[in-house]
């Protein structure tokens, strides 16, 4: 249900030229936010700890649904913790994040060197006479039609049609 929900909603507010995220807390995506579909979008994490104000797990994940998080938020409480010395800031409960790859994505193309450069969502075709990321053949047709961009993990490209996972490419042989 939540998965049809938000694939609704992103869906349109991608088709009106902006990118989306998921925010939800630790225990949503444990218990609520399952569905693999979820993978396709940035996922901003709230996971706290102790909350004391600090990054407790030195900029590193304890948790990584579909290992696909960017921005995790690590306390609500930063004034009194990373950004105690910050002045002009009256609120108490400050929440802080830290990014693990998020300002990239909204770095505009044209800002990006001229090697194309994929993300999450983008339309692409695969280039005649590729092979899958395992060194598979591909079927013939696949070099005919257009695919979006599931998820990325270095020179890994994961493609596919409504969600559903086509296969594993090089970027390489994406165009």
Not at 98 to 107: K, T
Not at 143 to 154: P, R, S, T, V
Not at 162 to 174: D, E, F, W
């Amino acid at each position: 249900m939540y998965y049809k929900i938000a694939k609704a909603f992103c869906d349109a507010i991608e088709d009106s030229g902006h990118s989306v995220g998921i925010y939800a807390n630790q225990n949503w995506f444990k218990t609520k936010l399952t569905n693999d579909g979820f993978s396709a979008w940035t996922l901003w994490l709230a996971n706290y700890g102790n909350n004391n104000g600090y990054n407790n797990w030195n900029n590193e994940l304890q948790y990584n649904p579909f290992n696909h998080v960017l921005l995790h938020q690590f306390t609500s409480n930063a004034k009194n913790g990373v950004l105690k010395n910050i002045e002009g800031i009256s609120s108490s409960n400050l929440d802080c994040s830290y990014d693990h790859g998020l300002i990239s994505i909204f770095v505009k193309d044209s800002q990006i060197s001229e090697n194309k450069s994929f993300h999450v969502g983008d339309k692409v075709k695969v280039k005649a006479n590729s092979k899958w990321y395992d060194g598979q053949s591909i079927a013939s047709f696949v070099f005919n039609n257009e695919y979006e961009i599931i998820q990325i993990d270095g020179d890994r490209v994961v493609i596919g049609v409504n969600g559903k996972v086509t296969g594993a490419i090089s970027s390489s042989n994406l165009y």
